[in-house]
């Protein structure tokens, strides 16, 4: 069965119920599938981004940086670049930058 055919039964089961927390369980499963299927499809497409820094922001009260995806403009917070190999607003895998100048 495909994503697309699950995502469809969920929505049309979704609709039938008389239960307000099972349609909105049934609808969240349904969204939640629809974002994981266009992440996958953005990783696949081997599309790249780098973390911008967009410069300091206050978060509760302390300074810190918030970092860019150059890709879909998603930001995570921290003192240092994000480490992580793909961003996870968008699913898109970041470049590392290499340190290594030839002098």
């Not at 909105?24 to 497409?45: F, T, W």
């Not at 917070?77 to 190999?85: A, D, V």
């Not at 961003?87 to 030839?102: I, Q, S, Y």
Request: net charge negative.
């Amino acid at each position: 069965m495909e994503t697309t055919e699950i995502i469809t039964a969920l929505r049309i089961w979704a609709e039938g119920l008389n239960h307000a927390y099972g349609v909105n369980v049934l609808n969240e499963a349904a969204d939640r599938l629809e974002e994981l299927d266009e992440r996958v499809a953005i990783m696949s497409e081997g599309k790249t981004g780098t973390w911008i820094d967009d410069g300091p922001i206050y978060n509760r009260g302390e300074k810190t940086n918030r970092w860019k995806c150059s890709h879909c403009g998603g930001w995570l917070l921290g003192q240092e670049k994000p480490k992580t190999k793909y961003c996870p607003a968008c699913g898109v895998k970041m470049e590392e930058e290499n340190d290594n100048t030839n002098a």
